[in-house]
């Protein structure tokens, strides 16, 4: 029983570990569709602070400067998508997906050219990685059953960023709904016309919304080489942008339903690392090209069939025109 309640709770502390990008990205996609910007370019900026945190980190062995880097070039992006978004009107699938071809290939190039590593940045040190934190009195609660456990293995040693990543998650709930930002920023997103009208600035107000965005994927793309990992690797990002975007559209772009889709994904994909090269009854030993499917199918299959209709925000993805 303890060794089937220890496993659990590996389970629980890998699913939160794998969440934290996913959230963080999910809700820098909230904000923005909230204010009317479609945001496909979360990949690439995930991966360019991903990239900049981890290069930054290296040279200087201070990982607060890496993560300070990759929200930069993150927010920098950002703002590039604003600025043929929202100023020129352009094509918001379009901006965001060529962010995505340009990081994909401009950071394993940087990467080569200042490290001559294959595309990669090195192998950082710990003192280079973000730290941990300790909470204390875990040697007290350890003995405790079930308390100190679930104290021990869940909560102490978390990354600082899975902490912060709480903290978003309460604070963009507080913001959406409780404070005047967030209501003009939802209002943005449904009728900019009225918010014109009112003496509100739409330009203004959609781009705080793509900065914050641009900060939270940088923050995930730091996370993913600073934390997570110990270092920039080509494609590190996975998908995981795009998997956030369904999990904004599963939790029908509300706070609470999208952190829950995101925990779900992770927790899949938390499962089939642990699934790889056991055998099953009856099937076997499963290929692992297979097993690695499992979180995409299960996107495909909650978008497609179990979803019910989702409802995006009526402004997003259309530029805002004003009228003369």
């Excluded at 909230?34 to 945190?53: C, H, P, Q, S, T």
């Excluded at 405790?144 to 604070?171: C, H, K, Q, S």
């Excluded at 978008?303 to 009228?323: D, Q, R």
Aim: glycine share 10%; hydrophobic share 55%; with cysteine.
């Amino acid at each position: 029983m303890d060794e089937v309640f220890l496993a659990i709770l590996l389970l629980v502390d890998a699913t939160i570990r794998v969440a934290t990008p996913l959230v963080l990205a999910a809700f820098a996609a909230l904000y923005g569709e909230r204010a009317g910007v479609v945001d496909i370019g979360l990949e690439g900026k995930m991966l360019a602070g991903a990239f900049f945190a981890a290069a930054v980190a290296s040279s200087t062995g201070n990982p607060w400067l890496g993560l300070l880097a990759g929200i930069a070039a993150s927010v920098a992006l950002s703002l590039v998508h604003g600025f043929a978004c929202i100023t020129h009107n352009g094509n918001q699938v379009v901006s965001g997906m060529a962010i995505n071809i340009l990081v994909a290939g401009l950071a394993p190039t940087l990467a080569y050219a200042w490290f001559h590593q294959g595309g990669q940045t090195p192998l950082l040190p710990s003192s280079a990685r973000l730290p941990q934190v300790h909470l204390p009195g875990v040697e007290v609660l350890s003995p405790i059953p079930v308390i100190g456990p679930i104290y021990r293995e869940i909560f102490d040693d978390a990354n600082v960023l899975i902490w912060l990543t709480v903290l978003v998650v309460i604070a963009t709930h507080w913001v959406l709904t409780r404070t005047r930002f967030g209501l003009r920023l939802r209002a943005v997103g449904e009728s900019p016309a009225a918010v014109d009208t009112a003496g509100i600035s739409v330009t203004k107000l959609r781009y705080q919304a793509v900065i914050i965005t641009g900060v939270l994927t940088g923050v995930a793309g730091a996370y993913l080489s600073t934390a997570h990992g110990a270092g920039f690797v080509r494609d590190m990002t996975a998908g995981k942008g795009y998997l956030a975007l369904a999990a904004l559209i599963f939790g029908k772009w509300r706070p609470w339903p999208t952190l829950f889709a995101c925990l779900l994904f992770a927790f899949t994909d938390a499962v089939q690392v642990r699934l790889q090269g056991v055998p099953l009854p009856v099937v076997g030993v499963i290929p692992v090209q297979f097993i690695q499917m499992l979180p995409y199918v299960l996107t495909v299959l909650l978008l497609a069939g179990f979803v019910g209709k989702a409802v995006a925000p009526k402004a997003s993805g259309i530029p805002y025109v004003k009228e003369r």
